[in-house]
């Protein structure tokens, strides 16, 4: 399923069903180059020569190329340290506490208006308010784990600011469903019993 | 996942100048009697900078996590964070739809989709709605699963299945029954 997404596994996985059938191998990285090419032949040999040592060794199967590494950025020198940012309650503990109350408050928000089978406008707008916070702070530490800041800091500030744009146009779209429209709680009820 | 055959490989694919480093080393344990013919290159910092980038390129990374067996514990991880995403983009889609709708003269509003819903078979009503209410409960009952280890309780691998286990079951049953509502 992976192979869909990464080319990289779909030539692994022919090469290991080529070395299964015993025909020589050809890779078709879509990230062959013109030195990849020419040295293509001596790749094959490699590959053959490490599956029958693979098999000899620890390992019981062919070592899996998966991502190819992202771009490498040296800054100063080899050895110098890593930034340490400085200790900011904001970033750290405080953070921490208001993803938790976000977290703790959605429950009785979500349960109450249909609990209760009264709607309150205010309430309503509270609930959607909150779902758009606890998604942004989801869709933010998605991006944060996923496009590290020291690898891709060009697509790490584009996606933060992405989300930022998207998150104003859904409150903006939240603020207009609660005074045009019935609010979430209500359109929840008419689309169920629909 | 490093073994001496996979550095072998990488070892192929290096730049030029580690391939003369190698025939180097090589010379190296020639008889003394012939001359060595090898000679050194001079490098700026820019060409010693990008042959580390090169190597760096070449380093072990981590495997894809298809190696890994699957546990109640990641995978368990895995879907809060997948069905979250769901539900927000899900969300995030609705309201983004809502508030660009007047623009294209989209007919966007309760009424209209509550409308549209009911002309529905019965057997897709419960479908989409067994998609959401799916999601929903999973991602419900694992965060109250979060916020109960936030407190610092049930955070032992015995208790990490116990409740893995309740929430799996709790999801299926409220998924069931906030559908069929």
Known sequence: MASLFRPSLRTSAATAVMLRLGRPVTTTSSATTAAGVRCTAMKNLEILRQAGMAKKGFHASA???????????????????????????????????????????????????????????VTDAILGATIVIHSHIGFESMIVDYIPHRRYPALRKGAMWALKGATMLVLVGLYEFETNDVGITEAVKRVWKA | MFTRSSAHLKLSALP??????????????????????????????????????????????????????????????????????????????????????????????????????????????????????????????????????????????????????????????SAICLAMV
């Open chain 2, 16 to 173: 030029k100048p580690f391939l003369i480093a190698r025939s180097l080393v090589a010379s190296q344990f020639r008889p003394i009697a012939t001359s060595i013919s090898a000679s050194t290159q001079n490098f700026s910092p820019d060409g010693a900078h990008s042959i580390l980038v090169a190597q760096r390129k070449q380093r072990p990374i981590s495997p894809h996590l298809g190696i890994y067996q699957p546990q109640l514990t990641w995978c368990g991880s895995a879907a809060n964070r997948i069905t979250g995403s769901i539900l927000s983009v899900g969300a995030y889609g609705f309201f983004a739809a809502y508030a660009v709708a007047p623009v294209f003269g989209w007919p966007f509003d309760s009424v209209t989709i509550a409308a549209a819903f009911s002309g529905l078979p019965a057997a897709t009503k419960f479908g989409i709605k067994f998609a959401v209410t799916l999601p929903f409960s999973y991602h419900s009952w694992n965060g109250i699963r979060h916020l109960l280890w936030d407190t610092g309780k049930a955070l032992d691998i015995k208790d990490v299945y116990r409740t893995g286990y309740v929430v799996l079951g709790l999801t299926v049953v």
């Open chain 1, 63 to 121: 070592s899996r190329k998966i991502l190819p590494a992202g771009p490498q950025v040296i800054q100063g020198t080899v050895n110098e340290a890593v930034e340490v940012p400085d200790p900011n309650a904001a970033h750290g503990s405080y953070h921490w506490s208001f993803e938790r109350l976000i977290s703790v408050a959605l429950i009785p928000l979500t349960v109450a208006p249909f609990a209760a089978g009264s709607i309150n406008p």
